[in-house]
C-alpha cells in the first residue's frame, strides 16, 4: 500500500472515531476543561507511527517535512511532544499545533475505553476531569456500566493494525513515532521522485 493510500486508509479511521466520540459527548455529560492541555504535558506519551503518517505526509505536502525533522533530530532531550503549544490554547483546539493531524492515542484519551480485569469498559480519562468533574465522570462511567456504547481504544488500534501491521505493532515516545513517520514518508517520496541525470 503506497504511503497516500495509508494516508487515507488511516484518515478514515479518524473519520470514524470522530463519527463515535460525537455521539458519545451528545450522549454523556464529560467534556474537556477549557484550554487544559495537561494530557499534553505527560512525559510518556506514546504513539504508533502509522497514526502519525497522516501528519508527516501533510507536512511533505505542505514543505515543511525537513524542517520538522531537523526540529525533532535536533531536540530529543525534551520528552514533551513537539505539537505541544504551552502558551494558550490554538484556535479553540488545545494546545496542539496541529490538531487536526494528532495521533489516535491524542484522540482516544478522555473519551474512550479499556477493557478493566472483568472484561467491563472502564473509562481511559485523566485525574482533574475525576477529581474536577467527579459527578460527570461518575454519571459517564454508569452510563457506560448500564450498556451505554463507547469508543474501545483496542478496537480502533485493531483497525490501524490491518492497515498496517508493520507500522501499528509497537508504540514509540510521541516525538520517535512522529520522526519515524516522517522518514517513512520522505524516504518513499525521495524513491518516487525521478532523479536528474
Known amino acids: 500500500m503506497s504511503i497516500p493510500q495509508k494516508v487515507k486508509a488511516v484518515e478514515a479511521v479518524f473519520h470514524a ?3 463515535e466520540l460525537r455521539q458519545f459527548q451528545n450522549q454523556t455529560p464529560l467534556r474537556c ?3 487544559c492541555g495537561e494530557c499534553c504535558k505527560k512525559p510518556d506519551i506514546e504513539a504508533t507511527v502509522l497514526e502519525m503518517i ?3 505526509y501533510h507536512w511533505y505536502q505542505t514543505g515543511t517535512a ?3 525533522l531537523d526540529r525533532l ?3 530529543d532531550a525534551d520528552p514533551l511532544c513537539k505539537l505541544f503549544n504551552p502558551f494558550g490554547t490554538l484556535q ?3 494546545n496542539c499545533e496541529h490538531y487536526a493531524y494528532r495521533g489516535l492515542v491524542c ?3 478522555g473519551f474512550a475505553a479499556n477493557l478493566n480485569k472483568y472484561g467491563k469498559p472502564l473509562l481511559a480519562t485523566c485525574k482533574l476531569l475525576k477529581e474536577e468533574k467527579a459527578e460527570a465522570y461518575q454519571q459517564t ?3 457506560i456500566d448500564a450498556g451505554g456504547r463507547v469508543p474501545m481504544i483496542r478496537d480502533y488500534y485493531m483497525k490501524l493494525y490491518a492497515i498496517d501491521p508493520t507500522l501499528s505493532e509497537q508504540r514509540h515516545p510521541i516525538n520517535t513515532a512522529i520522526r519515524l513517520a516522517l522518514e517513512k514518508v520522505l524516504l518513499y517520496y525521495y524513491y518516487q521522485t525521478p532523479k536528474a541525470s
Open 17 to 19: 472515531l470522530e463519527g
Open 33 to 35: 476543561l477549557t484550554g
Open 73 to 75: 533530530e535536533t531536540s
Open 66 to 68: 525537513e524542517a520538522w
Open 92 to 94: 479553540g483546539k488545545g
Open 54 to 56: 497522516p501528519l508527516a
Open 141 to 143: 462511567q454508569a452510563w
Open 107 to 109: 484522540r482516544l484519551f
